[in-house]
């Protein structure tokens, strides 16, 4: 076997690609809790992304409400802490300060979410400038508060805790690293799955799911049986506001205990293109999702442990901001060729009126 590879790896060209291949299939089963928890706002922006667009309320404004949701989530903590102490009360090292703390982050979502709401559906805005309005002003605000508290150098309420699988679940032959990836993770990153299982399963097999897929296909054919278009609409973009907050919570609760200006660094907008490749369904999204995030961990494992052989040589002569814009580039490179193929919901992005009473 090592025979075939080495003549495999030595062919002219090709060899690369199959050295490329090998790295791979060595590697990623020892990034896979990587490139989870780099999918996780991801994931959650691309459902609301699909939450809302399933109603045909199209939401640009995600990136805005994930960078709030952070800073309000990391700031309550740092109000919390001297009332509730950080005293872990349940797993993941939860106190009572942390998880009021990401109460208020989530309702921070659903606030900004009620706003693009009544601009898009009650004063029929267009919605992308709603969209483009709400990241400005989040984007500026946050930053603007940061750097009055940053002075001070406030500590926050902590951050939730990795769960460590036993040793025997991890080795199981084929699938340990699998559910590595799965378990090795905080309480948010671990949510994401359950999210999405419950997320595709409501939206395809459920009233509630066929309901908002008729207001985002045809809302004036849904109104003449009885559809309330209006509450529907205002009902799937607050709760994509809680899905893309959790997004924005995760990265200053989560994966880090601080908040840096524009640490969203265009998650919403990644989130928006899995959302397009995943065709407009929770599982999708969330593949296109692991697909994106995989690209980010492969380019650190390749800063820290780059492979060997010719392979090797070519990928350690790259400078690292080829690495840092991997996810992008990965992300123009896959929109661009699937965008075409992805049809969206009829309605997305049209105000709906009612028609007066005769």
Not at 27 to 51: E, F, K, N, R, Y
Not at 82 to 106: K, R
Not at 274 to 289: K, T
Not at 311 to 335: H, M
Request: charged content about 10%; proline content about 5%.
């Amino acid at each position: 076997m090592d025979g075939l590879i080495n003549a495999l790896y030595s062919i002219p060209v090709a060899g690369v690609l199959f050295q490329l291949a090998g790295y791979l299939v060595n590697v990623v089963p020892d990034i896979s809790p990587l490139i989870l928890q780099a999918a996780t706002p991801i994931a959650l922006a691309a459902l609301c992304g699909v939450m809302c667009e399933r109603a045909g309320v199209v939401n640009i404004g995600i990136e805005g409400i994930m960078i709030t949701a952070a800073f309000v989530g990391w700031y309550s903590g740092v109000l919390l802490v001297p009332v509730l102490g950080t005293t872990a009360i349940g797993p993941f090292g939860m106190s009572l300060a942390l998880v009021v703390a990401l109460g208020v982050a989530l309702a921070s979502g659903v606030v900004i979410s009620a706003l693009h709401a009544w601009l898009s559906i009650s004063v029929r805005a267009d919605q992308i400038i709603s969209g483009t309005i709400i990241n400005i002003a989040a984007f500026g605000l946050t930053g603007y508060l940061n750097n009055l508290i940053a002075k001070t150098s406030p500590n926050g309420a902590g951050a939730f805790t990795q769960f460590r699988p036993p040793r025997e679940v991890t080795d199981i032959p084929v699938i340990g690293w699998i559910l590595n990836m799965f378990l090795n993770q905080g309480p948010i990153a671990m949510s994401v799955i359950v999210l999405v299982v419950i997320f595709q399963i409501l939206l395809f097999r459920s009233r509630w799911g066929l309901r908002s897929r008729a207001v985002g296909e045809h809302p004036r054919a849904a109104e003449t049986v009885g559809i309330d278009v209006i509450r529907v609409r205002y009902r799937n973009v607050l709760i994509g506001g809680v899905f893309a907050a959790l997004g924005g919570a995760y990265l200053s609760m989560e994966a880090t205990n601080s908040f840096q200006q524009g640490m969203t660094t265009g998650r919403g907008f990644i989130g928006l293109a899995a959302m397009i490749v995943g065709r407009w369904s929770p599982v999708g999204a969330f593949g296109a999702a692991l697909l994106f995030s995989s690209s980010t961990a492969l380019g650190n494992s390749i800063k820290f442990s780059p492979p060997s052989g010719d392979l090797g040589t070519i990928l350690t002569s790259l400078p690292d901001q080829v690495y840092d814009a991997l996810p992008y580039l990965v992300t123009i490179v896959i929109l661009a060729g699937v965008v075409g193929r992805s049809i969206p919901p009829a309605a997305d992005g049209q105000a709906y009126e009612r028609e007066a009473a005769t």
